[in-house]
């Protein structure tokens, strides 16, 4: 069974601060990683990909992969209330049954951002 | 750009009636197509996914089906509801032809079975 494994929180940090989400997967031939931002009662919002071994970022929030430890991580820099949602971590995950990719989601992390 | 629709928005039902939830994608031609499910402190379960009209594939053995009849709209079906099908439905949609998969979700329909 292939995994991706999310600390469930919740994680509760001040206005201001850094959020670090944490995320790993079981299976080394991953190509794909992603995080989606879930409001309560809302569908999920695909914030972040990242390819490549590495920082990428874009705006209040950085992604890092390192492929070798199958660890992912999600920064989210100066953090606002508004950000208070779940994250989930995603995996695209060959699918030898099916034959084809599919992505693997673990099951989310609280976050809540205080004022 | 490209738009996901999903109704109805929320549907209450009793075991045993049937279940009708309709997709549609604007703005892309030949999406992959996708069924979760996701039920109140799991995660995301993938049901049900299509590359193309008449293609589906079933990830989980239930009492749900799909269908995919035009290249942009996905149904998802069941002749007899199980309390255990109330959850939060998602449809999503993702280019079709590449391994990369960034997938894009539809609002939603919340389906409470009693």
């Known amino acids: 069974q292939k995994e991706v494994e999310q600390n469930s929180g919740p994680l509760s940090v001040p206005e201001g601060a850094i959020a670090s989400l944490n995320c790993t997967y079981s299976?080394?031939?991953?190509?794909?990683f992603f995080w989606y931002r879930q409001y309560s009662g809302k569908s999920p919002e695909l914030i972040m990909s990242i390819y490549s071994n590495g920082d990428k970022e874009d705006g209040r929030f950085t992604a890092q992969l390192n492929k070798a430890s199958q660890y992912v991580s999600l920064l989210i820099r100066d953090s606002q209330p508004s950000d208070s949602a779940t994250y989930l971590c995603a995996v695209n995950q060959w699918n030898s049954g099916g034959s084809n990719y599919k992505l693997t989601f673990g099951k989310g992390t609280l976050l809540t951002v205080n004022p | 750009s490209q738009t996901i629709h999903q109704w109805p928005a929320t549907l209450v039902q009793p075991v045993g009636s049937p279940l009708s939830l309709e997709c549609t994608v604007e703005?892309?031609?030949?999406?992959?197509l996708y069924w979760y499910r996701q039920a109140a402190g799991r995660g995301l379960q993938l049901l049900f996914y299509?590359?193309?009209?008449?293609?589906i594939s079933s990830e989980v053995p239930q009492n749900l089906s799909a269908s995919r009849p035009q290249d942009r709209q996905f149904i998802l079906s069941s002749k007899k509801l199980l309390l255990s099908d109330s959850g939060f439905y998602l449809c999503?949609?993702?280019?079709?032809?590449?391994?990369?998969?960034?997938?894009?979700f539809g609002p939603g329909t919340r389906l409470t079975v009693t």
């Open positions: 703005g892309t031609s030949n999406p992959n």
């Open positions: 299509s590359v193309g009209i008449g293609q």
């Open positions: 999503a949609w993702s280019v079709t032809g590449t391994p990369i998969y960034e997938q894009y």
């Open positions: 299976d080394r031939v991953s190509q794909s």
